[in-house]
């Protein structure tokens, strides 16, 4: 490396120290006294599972919270640690730290360019020296491999795209400390394997980078010391090379967990067949090309894909959002005629939304009414246009102890739940008429192990029933482990239909970036 | 069809319009500034109103007129401030505030005047700006007349046209404040102020709303009337969708609207009393939400436009 | 910095506090522009009070004002509750008296019984028409239905100019711009005798009632409140958006015209430009400082009601501009927003830079 060589690396060359950092939102403790040392040049990964505090703590280090306790020093130009002012995310930029976050932050309607340089120049200023500017961004993308067009719209870039625009920004603005939260969870394998070698390149030239995930193998492959978080405490921190794979599992989660395991059955006669069907996405991005495939009853289908790949118009699909401008979907022997959310539940459709503040919920209106939302019109319901108060609140209240919910009771409004009982409540709402069908569009995104753990049983349990499920995920390794056949989406396409057994995460991988060089024999 | 042609191709026609256009154009790029960064201003109408009384006022008190229009701009600036305060930082419904502004700025403005004239019939008067030949081009045939023969704040509504069109173009400042309306996490994780570029690109904004006002009582006119404003700011706003928030196309959607209610004045004298004269003041509001119709297929709104930033939550 | 932290529970004593609150906030902020105006404070407070309050006389005139309120005031917060933004209800109220004007000025003979309803209905259906608008508009082709409403109000005053100077003229009117006056059986009953208190009152009170019902209690109030809250969630679980919102911009501009009705056929008698003093404007006012809720527009109506009938007086006895009342309910208005955050969020004041040890 460089020729800083005088003391043992840890103690000379730290580019970052956290000291003590403890951060509460109310009872809960996001941050319980964490202390962390990034040397540099040094991928630390910081693993832990969804709600373990990673965020929370990146977000102080960012300074968009600040610490109830505890102190940050990064290393300045010299060397030397000084502490970071916090709560500002302007100190933390200007003492080199760079933050990608997980949900990127770019105006999609602003070019490449003026996304890195917005705010890098004074606001006083009259011109923009656009000039200088692309030139210096030539020269990091030659040495960094992060090759991306600078005068496209970003709303035009593929994810991965935009990953490459973020970490730009950051470069371009002298990062010396990288953090990147879940950097690959929009990734495919491969592209994931592409950033790692960046990443390796970047530390190589004296860039240190925090890592935030909750993937075991990508972490072990690509960093050089591991930190894991739990319930907001750091519970181990240790060599990548020395870690012991299992240990280190049950570190992350606490105990061991039991998986939700998929029991072989053989699956009854079909249920929902789409043939030959084209269909718009809502939001005018990929459509559907000609899907064809069949659910039987007691089996899920998983789809993989890098987002933006047509799952969104497949999905809308079976919403009944859009209806289909080629083809036909025929559920239990009846092809469905009318789209619409009302005609495809009728049908017999439940529908777990890909986004469950947007399409799933109505923060403001009680429990009880979030699960009377979609049958709302049946005389269950209703008596003449006048709601059965009583006879919903009393269904709520099962419903909510049937599945589990906690934070409140029927009469709470929903925006007050935690991520894990929004979709608990979803779940309840879709699963209690036992439908047929089930959409389940990333039925765990953003939810803590015992909720996901919860969704899992919950579409096994369905699946057991004979429901014939759809399931779209971003996480492979859920995909595998949930689905009895799996496809993938590729620019609207759906490849083969394979037996998940067949399937490994990387053969997943090369089908979503668009290799079809399987030879397969199926 | 002859007596058409008549009209609009006298000079005095195309001097009236741009007349007619100039309060416009400034309540369109006070406006477009606001939403480009985000934030909608339905507090125009009242501030046009606190503009045109407050500027008069100035002047009547024995203020020059330039003075007039620089206590105008603050004034709007001020209730500019309040807006942005309320709905940038605090969040609140952009629609709901921006009206309560207008009702604020309408009311305070009309109080004032009837504190200092109690019982006047007739409204005090002032001398107002007089027209401003440029030398050389306002010998030019036609558009000589009709373009160079206007009074000062015409000729600085097309000066800030362009320095704001170069701002939000070329300048740092102008990117940050475009981002601000596309996606204020961008700008905030680029270590800028959101609320910052919001509040002053609202205060801006808001300041030449005002501007626009005063014109009407210091140049168009010569006294403050009630009512006088007449859902000029409201027109303003249908011109911002018109000109998809592009300053150079709200000059020329201002202008064309100028035309039309130039149009219109003349035709209703043309006819005398054949048809009432009320359809041809409704012109305006009817082109207004024409407009809107024709353009909103192709309205590109800023994607932020009144979503609210609020710091370390996810919209 | 200011951070807003959401409250875990919106507590209702909160709900009812803060426009409480907003309206004492905003009659003691009036004390401001009374200063300026040089009046005797104490003396100005108690005109105002002693003038929509002191008296029978006062009470009455100020529940005469508050009549249409209730109506605008109904048909903004239903809008609202859907996030339809009806600004509209200015133009909306005078179509419903354009239309019972021409219902009710002898095109048709009947007894009160008959005629009275129909003129409402048909005061009510103008008024529906006229938001059919914006809100076809907004449907269709995705107009802010904001800045159309707003024009038609200014479309409708000049078709309303038109017709009063023109078909609809009284030839008996010396030559004013005004309509025939209703007949004897199409107006309103007084309620309390010796005062302008009219039964549009006891119509209003009743829609309050029944809005409420249907907000809180069926299926298409449970719509309303969904597709205002979050429209995609609705449409995602089945609800038809589009139907919510022309069902809600009908009533809503249903609603507005009843006050046109209400005005013409139980206050003034026939129509003129200025039967509204921009009640459709108050009505959003009033919509707000009820949070929304129709039982609550009758207390917020009553209030901006009597701000502006104590205004009148205050206006006289002390000689400040009555548009202290325009003022004071502006003010009112902002509050209650800003009274609203701090329902919703508690304000937390951090320093940037220091340290929190």
New interface residues.
């Given amino acids: 490396m460089t020729g800083s060589s005088q003391t043992p690396a840890q103690q000379a060359s730290l580019a970052l120290s956290i000291s003590g950092v403890t951060k509460r939102f109310g009872n809960l403790v996001a941050n319980d006294a964490i202390s962390l040392d990034l040397a540099e040049g040094e991928i630390l990964a910081l693993l832990g599972e969804n709600g373990a505090g990673k965020t929370t703590l990146m977000s102080i280090l960012f300074g968009h919270y600040l610490a109830d306790e505890g102190e940050i020093f990064v290393a300045n130009g010299e060397g030397h640690l000084a502490p970071l002012p916090p709560g500002s995310p302007k100190a933390a930029l200007n003492a080199g730290i760079g933050m990608v976050h997980q949900h990127f932050t770019l105006a999609d309607n602003l070019s490449v360019l003026d996304n890195i340089t917005l705010g890098t120049e004074s606001l006083l200023k009259f011109w923009r020296s656009d000039r200088a500017a692309s030139a210096r961004l030539k020269e990091l993308q030659e040495n960094s491999g992060l090759h991306v067009d600078l005068d496209a719209r970003v709303g035009r870039l593929s994810v991965g795209e935009r990953q490459r625009v973020e970490i730009l920004k950051a470069l371009y603005r002298g990062a010396r400390i990288l953090i990147l939260d879940e950097p690959t969870a929009v990734l495919t394998p491969q592209e994931s394997d592409a950033l790692f070698a960046t990443l390796k390149r970047l530390t190589a030239t004296g860039l240190s980078v925090i890592f935030i995930s909750h993937k075991l193998n990508e972490v072990l492959a690509v960093s050089d010391r591991l930190a894991v978080l739990r319930a907001g405490r750091k519970v181990a921190e240790i060599d990548a090379k020395a870690a012991d794979r299992a240990l280190l599992a049950e570190t992350m989660v606490g105990s061991a967990v039991q998986p939700n395991v998929r029991r072989a059955h053989i699956p009854g006669e079909a249920v929902i067949v789409a043939r030959n069907v084209r269909a718009p996405d809502p939001r005018g991005r990929q459509t559907l090309e000609n899907a064809d495939f069949t659910i039987r009853a007691g089996e899920i289908l998983g789809i993989a894909g890098v987002s933006g790949n047509g799952q969104s118009a497949l999905a809308a699909l079976i919403c009944g959002l859009v209806a289909p401008q080629e083809g036909e979907i025929v559920i239990a022997g009846e092809p469905v005629r009318r789209f619409s959310p009302r005609a495809l539940m009728q049908a017999g459709v439940g529908r777990i939304p890909e986004d469950r503040h947007h399409d799933g919920i109505v923060g403001t209106m009680r429990l009880w009414e979030n699960l009377a939302l979609e049958d709302i019109r049946d005389p269950a319901a209703q008596t003449g246009g006048f709601l059965r108060q009583g006879a919903l609140r009393i269904r709520a209240k099962e419903a909510m102890s049937a599945f589990d919910v906690r934070g409140g009771g029927p009469e709470t409004e929903a925006r007050l739940l935690s991520g894990g009982n929004m979709q608990k409540i979803i779940l309840a709402r879709v699963l209690d008429g036992e439908p047929r069908v089930i959409l389940a569009n990333q039925p765990t995104r953003g939810l803590d192990v015992g909720a996901v753990s919860f969704v899992h049983r919950r579409l096994l349990d369905a699946r057991a029933r004979g429901a014939a499920i759809l399931l779209m995920s971003e996480d492979l390794d859920e995909l595998l482990a949930l689905s009895d056949r799996v496809g993938v989406m590729y620019r609207g396409t759906l490849s083969a239909i394979h037996p998940a057994e067949d399937m490994t995460v990387r053969r997943l991988g090369l089908l979503m970036a668009g290799h079809d060089d399987l030879g397969d024999a199926a | 069809m002859s007596d058409l042609f008549d009209i609009i191709t006298a000079a005095a026609f195309w001097s009236a319009a741009i007349r007619i256009a100039t309060p416009l154009i400034f309540g369109t790029l006070g406006e477009l500034i606001c939403e480009r960064a985000g934030v909608l201003n339905?507090g125009i109408e009242g501030i046009f109103t606190a503009g045109a009384m407050s500027g008069w006022m100035t002047v009547y008190l024995g203020g020059d007129l330039w003075t007039g229009v620089l206590v105008a701009a603050l004034v709007g600036a001020g209730f500019g401030l309040?807006h942005a305060v309320?709905t940038v930082?605090?969040?609140?419904?952009q629609?709901?505030?921006g009206?309560?502004?207008t009702?604020?700025a309408?009311?305070?403005s009309?109080?004032t005047y009837?504190?200092a004239f109690?019982n006047v019939s007739s409204p005090p008067r002032i001398e107002p700006f007089q027209p401003i030949s440029i030398p050389g081009l306002s010998d030019l045939p036609f558009i000589g007349p009709a373009l160079f023969q206007q009074t000062p704040l015409t000729y600085f509504a097309v000066f800030l046209v362009i320095v704001v069109a170069y701002i939000l173009a070329?300048?740092?400042?102008g990117?940050?404040i475009?981002?601000s309306g596309?996606?204020p996490?961008?700008?905030?994780?680029?270590?800028?102020s959101v609320y910052g570029l919001r509040i002053g690109a609202v205060m801006a904004g808001s300041a030449i709303m005002a501007v626009g006002g005063s014109f009407l009582t210091l140049s168009a006119f010569n006294a403050f009337f009630f009512e006088m404003i007449?859902?000029r700011g409201?027109?303003c706003?249908?011109l911002v969708?018109f000109a998809s928030w592009k300053p150079g196309k709200a000059l020329l959607g201002a202008l064309l609207f100028g035309a039309f209610d130039a149009l219109q004045v003349r035709l209703q004298q043309s006819m005398g009393g054949a048809i009432?004269y009320?359809?041809f003041?409704?012109l305006p509001?009817?082109l207004?939400?024409l407009a809107?119709?024709i353009m909103?297929?192709r309205?590109?709104y800023?994607?932020a436009l009144m979503i609210p930033f609020?710091?370390?939550q996810?919209s | 910095m200011i951070r807003l932290e959401p409250r875990q529970e919106r507590s209702s004593a909160l709900s009812i506090a803060a426009p409480v609150v907003a309206a004492i906030a905003a009659l003691a902020l009036a004390a401001i522009p009374l200063f300026i105006a040089g009046a005797p404070l104490g003396a100005a407070y108690a005109a105002m009070f002693n003038g929509a309050l002191g008296s029978q006389f006062a009470l009455a005139e100020t529940l005469t004002r508050t009549t249409p309120l209730i109506f605008t005031g109904l048909a903004v917060a239903v809008a609202f509750r859907a996030r339809l933004w009806n600004i509209g209800a200015e133009g909306q109220l005078y179509v419903g008296a354009l239309a019972a004007v021409v219902v009710g000025t002898g095109m048709i003979d009947a007894p009160g019984f008959v005629l009275i309803p129909l003129l409402f209905l048909a005061g009510g259906l103008a008024g529906a028409a006229l938001m059919a608008v914006p809100t076809g508009l907004k449907l269709k082709f995705s107009v802010d239905e904001v800045v159309t409403s707003l024009l038609l109000n200014f479309v409708v005053l000049l078709f309303v100019s038109m017709m009063l100077e023109g078909p609809l003229k009284d030839p008996m009117g010396l030559g004013w711009p005004q309509s025939e006056a209703i007949v004897d059986e199409g107006t309103l009953p007084v309620l309390m005798a010796r005062t302008r208190v009219h039964a549009g009152l006891i119509l209003a009170l009743f829609m309050a009632v029944i809005v409420h019902i249907v907000m809180a209690r069926t299926v298409w109030g449970f719509e309303t409140r969904a597709v205002g809250s979050n429209p995609s969630a609705a449409r995602f679980a089945g609800m038809s958006t589009s139907m919510v919102m022309l069902r809600v911009g009908l009533v809503s501009g249903a609603l507005a015209g009843l006050a046109g009705v209400s005005e013409v056929a139980g206050l003034k008698g026939y129509l003129t430009q200025d039967l509204s003093p921009g009640f459709g404007y108050s009505g959003i006012v009033v919509a707000m400082l009820a949070g929304l809720h129709p039982l609550g527009v009758v207390v917020s109506a009553f209030f901006v009601a009597a701000v502006f009938v104590g205004a009148d007086s205050m206006s006289r006895a002390v000689g400040v501009p009555s548009y202290i009342a325009n003022l004071t309910v502006a003010v009112a208005l902002l509050a209650v927003l800003v009274a609203g955050v701090l329902t919703r969020y508690r304000i937390r004041i951090q320093k940037p830079g220091a340290r929190n040890v």
């Fill in positions: 339905l309040l309320l930082p605090l969040g609140l419904s629609h709901v505030t009206l309560g502004i009702l604020l309408t009311s305070a009309y109080f009837r504190i109690p070329r300048t740092p400042l990117l940050a475009r981002a596309e996606n996490a961008a700008v905030d994780s680029q270590g800028l007449a859902g409201w027109i706003i249908a969708v009432p009320q359809l003041l409704m509001y009817v207004s939400i809107l119709v909103s297929r309205a590109a800023p994607n609020i710091k370390g996810r």
